[in-house]
């Protein structure tokens, strides 16, 4: 897939099946660094967009579609991710984001809700920490939801639990996870039931 639209450069693509689960949603960072090579510039002024296109099956995709999404304070739009909340029947987007509010001091995690991908509520802060946070990512199992999350405290990667993705989230004690710096990225998934060994449902790759 080749943007188009935007900066014309994508990254961190994700993908999901659709609520139905009759196709595939792909969101991605628009952003082309090779440009001018200028991160602040690109984190400060950088596009408000992400990039979006559909599909029935992962081959063939849809026209691209440069979703707008954040808010006019945003300096970027990084990383998004999208969970389908069933309780609201509504897609999560969240991405990172420095703002204008705080001079671009620091990444925060953002939200919108959308049920079509044309009409979004209005972007709020999800995760504001004392330190910067990108790349997050949620599981879910058995009703518990799982939100891991880079923490640039030690450029480490944290974990918490919620009942709810807009209920309080609580933090998760892992001196495993503690152990692991100058990571990022997190994805989480569940092992299908042939491909469980010794117990170990989960894969969490950093």
Not at 65 to 88: R, S, V
Not at 183 to 200: A, L
């Amino acid at each position: 897939l080749n943007s188009t639209l935007g900066t014309t450069g994508l990254r961190d693509p994700y993908v999901m099946r659709s609520a139905d689960g009759e196709k595939f949603y792909l969101i991605a960072t628009d952003l082309c660094i090779n440009k001018d090579g200028d991160w602040w510039k690109a984190q400060t002024a950088g596009s408000k967009s992400v990039m979006f296109w559909e599909s029935e099956d992962l081959i063939h995709w849809s026209e691209q579609q440069m979703l707008a999404i954040n808010n006019k304070t945003a300096g970027c739009t990084w990383a998004p991710e999208m969970y389908f909340d069933e309780e609201t029947g509504a897609y999560m987007i969240f991405w990172a984001s420095r703002t204008s509010s705080d001079h671009y001091g620091q990444q925060r995690i953002f939200y919108t809700t959308t049920k079509d991908f044309v009409d979004f509520a209005k972007p709020k802060a999800w995760i504001n920490y004392p330190y910067s946070t990108i790349d997050t990512t949620i599981i879910e199992e058995d009703g518990t939801y799982y939100r891991f999350t880079k923490y640039e405290d030690h450029a480490r990667i944290i974990m918490e639990r919620a009942d709810s993705l807009m209920g309080e989230w609580t933090q998760v004690d892992s001196l495993i996870l503690d152990a692991q710096k100058g990571v990022e990225g997190p994805t989480c998934f569940e092992f299908h039931e042939e491909d469980i060994r010794d117990g170990q449902r989960f894969a969490l790759l950093l």
